[in-house]
């Protein structure tokens, strides 16, 4: 069970978020005037002095100086947010009619974009905070104080939000008061109804330290039993990776479409692998297939079981030779998932499995190894210790 101090540092990482994102401000008419690139940002969710929701937009470097919007009539854009996009669109100064600012938002993890938009919609459907201040109160009214970030969600506002039935209908209504009847409506997001986070942990404590070692840009490979969740927890590594250079494969076909992926021979570009090492080269060397290579910067693999040492060390290989870089498998992270007490690799005739921690530079390429060791699956402890007797071989018919 994670503790009191890491749960309550997850829901304060739900109110930043960090990606790339384009300032794009239009003119009232919806046209674009000018755009900035930002490679790295950060949004944060919080108050001002006047408890008004705000968003805060911090550039990369000393020189960057942050940037405030209110939230209060913003207009969220979510249809690609399963992508790592998403978009923003805030009026200036929260004065309709004098045009907006509009946030491109990519790149962003998909699991953390989802958490920042679920935060940043129950924040504004329970407690948005009183609306602009006129010019006169800001003229005379004191100093702005610094911004505060948000407070976590309280189980208060969890409750408010649970009795209205549609919360997110306050965010589409609000645009519309100002409209006549003969303006078509201007909101662009359907109603729905607002989840509710689980009160349940989503990862273990095994699981976390899985994801922190993954988020520090460790190469690793995590193991367990079938029912200890490493398919759960593999779908969750990926929604917490930008999805740029986060590439996903597996061993099958089918393993792969679990996890939305490809093939790990179709990433690689070298057929089976059994030929030459030096035409392996020559086949990775393939415009569309190097550049892949090229790209990619983590390396998602599941059920390694399946694949063979062989294989294994002309990926390396070829991994360097591409990418022109002597670290291991070329400077790309690997995320390694399977069991090895399960499917071995597939193999012709008589001849004996070569298993993929057999291979020659597997251990410069897999420095972390971790076991996941609680089953999730089934909670009758008599029949868990019989499934891991069987699992390794010492079941007995007695």
Request: glycine letters at 8%; one cysteine or more; charged letters at 20%.
């Amino acid at each position: 069970m994670p503790s009191s101090t890491e749960a309550a540092t997850d829901e304060c990482d739900d109110a930043e978020l960090r990606c790339r994102v384009a300032v794009e401000e239009l003119s009232p008419g919806g046209q674009p005037r000018k755009r900035q690139a930002l490679r790295a940002a950060e949004l944060s969710l919080g108050r001002n002095e006047r408890r008004e929701l705000m968003l805060r937009l911090q550039a990369p470097g000393p020189t960057g100086r942050p940037r405030c919007f209110p939230l209060r009539a913003v207009r969220l854009f979510t249809r690609f947010a399963a992508t790592g996009r998403s978009t923003l669109r805030l009026p200036t100064d929260g004065v309709p009619g004098a045009g907006s600012v509009q946030l491109l938002l990519s790149d962003c993890p998909p699991e953390r974009l989802r958490r920042f938009l679920r935060t940043l919609r129950l924040k504004l459907a329970v407690a948005p905070g009183p609306g602009p201040a006129s010019a006169r109160a800001q003229l005379l009214g004191p100093r702005p104080r610094d911004f505060v970030t948000i407070s976590p969600v309280q189980p208060e506002e969890l409750q408010r939000a649970a009795a209205t039935k549609a919360p997110d209908s306050a965010l589409e209504k609000r645009p519309m008061e100002s409209q006549t009847s003969t303006e078509a409506p201007r909101w662009p997001l359907p109603v729905k109804k607002l989840r509710m986070p689980s009160t349940k942990p989503k990862l273990s404590e095994e699981q976390a330290a899985v994801l922190r070692m993954v988020l520090k840009g460790q190469s690793i490979f995590f193991t367990g039993s079938a029912g200890t969740g490493k398919s759960y927890l593999l779908k969750h590594i990926l929604g917490s990776l930008p999805p740029t250079g986060t590439v996903a494969t597996a061993s099958t076909g089918v393993a792969a479409c679990h996890i939305g992926g490809t093939t790990l021979h179709a990433f690689a570009g070298i057929g089976s692998g059994q030929a030459p090492l030096a035409q392996c080269m020559a086949l990775a060397n393939r415009p569309g297939v190097r550049q892949g290579w090229l790209n990619c910067q983590r390396l998602v693999i599941d059920e390694i079981s399946m694949v063979e040492a062989d294989f294994f060390d002309k990926l390396e290989a070829v991994a360097r030779a591409v990418r022109q870089q002597k670290k291991p498998f070329g400077g790309i992270q690997l995320i390694i998932c399977g069991d090895f007490l399960q499917l071995p690799p597939v193999t012709k005739g008589s001849q004996q499995p070569q298993f993929c921690f057999q291979a020659k530079s597997w251990r410069r390429c897999v420095p972390v190894i971790l076991e996941l060791t609680e089953v999730w699956r089934q909670a009758d402890q008599t029949f868990i210790s019989l499934l891991q007797a069987v699992r390794l071989g010492r079941g007995s018919l007695v």
